[in-house]
């Protein structure tokens, strides 16, 4: 089976550092992915992990292990306008030959206080 | 705009009734991919298209669902006899390179209300 296990709530207040973590457990595992989803918008992308390490595009910066199985993202100088639901997907291997898919978490609730 | 389009925004049907989306991905884009999310949850696959072929058809999918994607640019995504299980966002994403990049650019989605 496929899962990907996000902490569900996270609260913090502006200004502060964040870190949203995923374990995943896939058949099949080609990078991790991270996605921001506002109330009611479209999920759009922030980064990708095909190799493990640190990846770090402006605020945002994410993390791999693939021995592990586990990932993060890391939100620092968080703003207000980063109040959002963050998910992280697993990209791997679809039933279609090759040709892949993503396979997303549930969900973080990223909550910034003032 | 040049993003992914979908409509109808929203639709409010009766169980037992048909409904039909549309989704317009990004014009180079050569995949095309349908999610579907329920509240709180993340999106869940539904199917891709690579071109005009459907490659992959989730077992999430029953005989009810049917997507199609004529002449590999705008994609339908039908469902048969609504039910109340079935209320849910639809969402459609498209890329080009999403083997390498992790990417992929989703619509604002369809939202489905069966009463």
């Known amino acids: 089976g496929q899962s990907l296990e996000q902490p569900s709530e996270v609260t913090a207040v502006e200004g502060a550092i964040v870190q949203i973590n995923c374990t995943y457990q896939?058949?099949?595992?080609?990078?991790l992915s991270w996605y921001q989803q506002h109330d009611g918008g479209a999920p759009t992308f922030l980064s990708y992990?095909?190799?493990?390490g640190l990846e770090e595009t402006g605020r945002f910066s994410s993390f791999l292990s693939r021995s592990d199985s586990y990932g993060y993202l890391l939100l620092q100088e968080l703003q207000m306008k980063d109040s959002a639901s963050y998910f992280c997907?697993?990209?791997?291997?679809?039933?279609?030959?090759?040709?892949?898919?993503?396979?997303f978490g549930t969900g973080t609730l990223l909550a910034v206080q003032p | 705009d040049t993003g992914v389009s979908q409509n109808p925004r929203h639709k409010i049907t009766k169980r037992g009734q048909n409904v039909t989306f549309r989704c317009d991905p990004i014009?180079?884009?050569?995949?095309l991919y349908w999610y579907r999310q329920t509240l709180g949850q993340g999106p869940e696959f539904l199917t891709y298209?690579?071109?005009?072929?459907?490659?992959?058809k989730s077992r999430l999918l029953s005989d009810r669902f049917s997507a199609e994607r004529p002449k590999g640019s705008f994609s339908t995504l039908e469902i048969q006899r609504t039910e109340q299980g079935d209320s849910a966002m639809y969402l459609c994403?498209?890329?080009?390179?999403?083997?390498?990049?992790?990417?992929?650019?989703f619509g604002e989605g369809s939202r489905l209300t069966v009463l």
């Open positions: 992990n095909a190799l493990d």
């Open positions: 994403a498209s890329s080009l390179h999403f083997a390498n990049t992790g990417e992929l650019f």
């Open positions: 896939t058949s099949g595992f080609y990078g």
């Open positions: 014009s180079e884009h050569n995949r």
């Open positions: 997907a697993v990209l791997g291997p679809g039933g279609g030959g090759a040709t892949n898919k993503l396979i």
């Open positions: 298209f690579q071109n005009e072929a459907q490659l992959e």
